[in-house]
Nanobody, 123 residues
Framework: QVQLVESGGGLVQAGGSLRLSCAAS????????MGWFRQAPGKERELVAA????????YYADSVKGRFTISRDNAKITVYLQMNSLKPEDTAVYYC????????????????WGQGTQVTVSS
């Protein structure tokens, strides 16, 4: 069982930056691949970024490539999402999630989810 708690969301102007954190509980954190998703009002949830268990491999959606960076610190059992050059279209609730070891970076299979943190980018 893994519990995930996101933090770091807020209101920022376009062009600004935010860093989201996702603190995990449990000693098996390094056994899970991790991902950040977002869901805007009226839209489907989408995978924004994913990272492998070791942190050596990452995936980014085209919409955030070059602006967002996912990373993890297994010693601190935390995963991060650094978001730069934010745009109004990045406004959404952001969720972190944990996927099983066998799932690939782009797998839709995620077993544990955080409660989400709101990110609002004003124009």
């Amino acid at each position: 069982q893994v519990q995930l708690v996101e933090s770091g969301g807020g209101l920022v102007q376009a062009g600004g930056s935010l860093r989201l954190s996702c603190a995990a509980s449990g000693r098996t954190f390094s056994s899970y691949g991790m991902g950040w998703f977002r869901q805007a009002p009226g839209k489907e949830r989408e995978l924004v970024a994913a990272i492998s268990r070791s942190g050596s491999s990452t995936y980014y959606a085209d919409s955030v490539k070059g602006r967002f960076t996912i990373s993890r610190d297994n010693a601190k059992i935390t995963v991060y999402l650094q978001m730069n050059s934010l745009k109004p279209e990045d406004t959404a609730v952001y969720y972190c999630a944990a996927r099983p070891a066998w799932a690939t970076l782009t797998s839709p299979r995620y077993d544990y989810w955080g409660q989400g943190t709101q990110v609002t980018v004003s124009s």
